[in-house]
């Protein structure tokens, strides 16, 4: 239904249309990631990946959009990439940003704004939610970077 250009340009302005947008990116290039280079993942995983890629009616043509390098997720390796200056979007779970561990909820609330200060943006998906769901079952935290980081696989999580 969200494939209608009109139904698309009415929601286009509202939060949770760009959160889910934001999402679907980030899931296009970690697939295309996981594809390409044939990586071990949890088998649950590769699963939910390989559904998403195939539902998806409409592909992103754009270069940087195919990039998996573009794309990382699990706290370590976006604290590394926003280190570097690289976060263009923050993709992050409600349950983090808002834990009850206060310096847990600190270093995420400090990490959105610090996304926001250097020009990038962030969303805060609620976990009940599908998207919020996803990206949870994801460690709860992503990115989709401004350049590529090829080298945050070396990163131990």
């Known amino acids: 239904m969200l494939e209608l250009v009109c139904i698309t340009n009415s929601l286009s302005f509202s939060s949770p249309f760009a959160q889910v947008q934001a999402l679907k990116d980030f899931f ?44 990382c997720y699990g706290p370590k390796h976006v604290e590394v990439a926003h280190e570097r200056m690289a976060v263009q979007t923050l993709l992050i779970t409600d349950d983090l940003f808002r834990n009850a561990d206060v310096a847990a909820r600190k270093k995420y609330v400090n990490l959105v704004n610090s996304v926001k200060k250097s020009g990038g943006t962030a969303h805060v998906f609620s976990s009940m939610h599908v998207s919020g ?23 131990e999580m």
């Not at 390409?36 to 088998?43: A, C, E, N, V």
């Not at 890629?53 to 940087?64: D, E």
């Not at 996803?134 to 090829?150: D, E, K, N, S, Y």
């Open 133 to 155: 769901e996803q990206l949870g079952q994801l460690t709860g935290v992503a990115a989709i970077l401004r350049f590529p980081l090829p080298d945050l696989d070396d990163i």
């Open 28 to 71: 296009n290039m970690l697939s295309n990631f996981v594809l390409r280079l044939g990586i071990y993942i949890s088998q649950g995983i590769f699963t939910k990946l390989e559904k998403w890629r195939k539902s998806q009616a409409t592909k992103c043509n754009c270069a940087a959009m195919q990039d998996p390098t573009r794309a």
